[in-house]
């Protein structure tokens, strides 16, 4: 790896020391705090844990992220995660367990704003909604945990020594399967910036495939147990005595409702056993450890009645959480500026749009109103607000409808090169007959990735996505990721022009 990957990658897993610093604190805080569990075995414990779920699981919540914006330059990325690591250890160094998914995604935003770049309002609703789902479910399944511990614990009759060990080790579990969840769902906030760039490529170690991708939430599961083990103390003791004082087995429950929470949010497989079941699924996106922790202690808070509770923190608490996105936001809104004009380094690769006959039928084809594109026919830029803008105000779209119409209308030059693909190709992952319908498509080459994506479909049903429902959706994630997966190997990194022939 050449240093100036290291470098540019240098930022995220500085933020993921912050995050551990931070965040992955939270599954031991109570633990530590009620002096259940030392912490130099609480930070071991995490540590190891949270490189397992990182590297085993973290693909879920990723996605999401990606949705929100594609930061597409090493140098953005660099740029917006150390925004978000400025804010989550400013917000550290002042005690407070913010959360350092909020940090990501106002760096994230901050970025769409300098780049004029759309951004992803459903996947961004998602997130929001998330912000709140997370300590309220927390809170719920706290209350509803510590309600059947106790009728167990009276009904065991247990001897307090032995139910002291009991609970001793049941925090060290719960401990480890809230590490394992949490590095499932936030090395997205670490590394999922680096993802639409990445500069790994897949390998195989003693006969093992290792991804790019798990290569990169290797990296950040890493940093973001160097920040548990390092610099947690502080925050530890914020949440396990700061904002109520809690018992041991409070203290258990307060863990294992976080770790339940966390892992609900990442889990695909979870997702998918849900929907087969007829169930509500929820969002995978990478949620707050802090904020699951915190919703749980206030549910138990209010369910011993409010007394229990200190104002005075979970307002401290709650004031970060507004002001981490704005902060991060802003940051790196200037950061990136600074990155750009003052050190030379392209924050952001433009993106192409093209008006052509194609997106207007394609459009027409959709439903969508495209009688009056035509006056747009050919109109060529790479600022994805002032397309929109022409569309709403000159063509008479809505906003969803522009938005559809400036996806059909990137350009992204594909050449199936079978050359290339003999080389680059993961043969493992997709399946013959997906492998036989590329083949067919030898030589081919498309302006837009969703012509490749229909000449894929076309040529193979494996490559056709189903019915958007819960059901469903593992599918449709797993032929998305492929289809990027190939346009990526089969992108043109030279320019031609939009009326070459295609």
Sequence with gaps: MGLEIIFYLSSGLLLGWSLGANDAAN???????????????????????????????????????????????????????????????????????????????????????????????????????????????????????????????????????????????????????????LGANNVANVVGVFLPDNPFTDIDVLGIEVSAAQQLFLLGGAAIATGVVTYSGEVMRTVGTSIMRLTPEAAFVVVLAHAIVLFVFASESLEGWLASHGLPTLPLVPVSSSQAVIGAIVGLGLLHGRRHLRPRALGSVALGWLATPVTAGVVAFVLLFFVDNVFDQSVVEPVRYTVDTAVIERARAEGLPADDLGD???????????????????????????????????????HVDLGRANLELDRDWL?????????????????????????????????????????????????????????RTFRETTRRDDHDPI
Excluded at 53 to 74: D, E, K, W
Excluded at 383 to 401: I, K, M, P
Aim: glycine content about 8%.
């Design 27 to 181: 599954v031991f805080g109570t633990a530590v705090g009620s002096r259940m569990v030392r912490f130099a075995t609480a930070a071991a414990v995490c540590a190891v844990f949270v490189i397992l779920g990182a590297v085993f699981a973290g693909a879920g919540a990723t996605h999401t992220l990606g949705r929100l914006g594609a930061v597409n330059s090493l140098a953005g990325s660099f740029t917006v995660a150390l925004a978000a690591a400025v804010a989550t250890f400013g917000m550290t160094r002042l005690g407070l367990p913010i959360s350092t998914s909020q940090a990501v995604v106002g760096a994230i935003i901050g970025w769409n704003v300098y780049a004029d770049m759309l951004t992803d309002t459903g996947a961004l609703a998602d997130i929001v909604v998330s912000w709140v789902l997370c300590p309220v479910l927390a809170a719920i399944i706290a209350v509803l945990l510590y309600l059947a511990l106790r009728v167990m614990l009276r009904r065991s009759r247990l001897h307090l020594l032995r139910q002291d060990a009991l609970v001793r080790a049941g925090l060290l579990a719960v401990g480890a399967f809230g590490a394992f969840s």
């Design 376 to 414: 747009l026919e050919g109109y060529r830029t790479t600022n994805a607000l002032r397309l929109q803008q022409r569309l709403e105000h000159e063509v008479g779209l809505d906003r969803h409808q522009a938005r559809d119409v400036i996806e059909l209308a990137e350009v992204v030059l594909i």
């Design 431 to 487: 399946a013959l007959d997906q492998l036989r319908g590329l083949r067919s498509l030898a030589d081919r080459r498309f302006r837009h990735a969703w012509q490749f994506h229909d000449a894929l479909a076309e040529a193979s049903p494996l490559w056709r996505l189903r019915e958007d429902t819960p059901l469903n959706r593992s599918w449709n994630r797993e032929v998305r990721q492929k289809r990027e997966y190939l346009e």
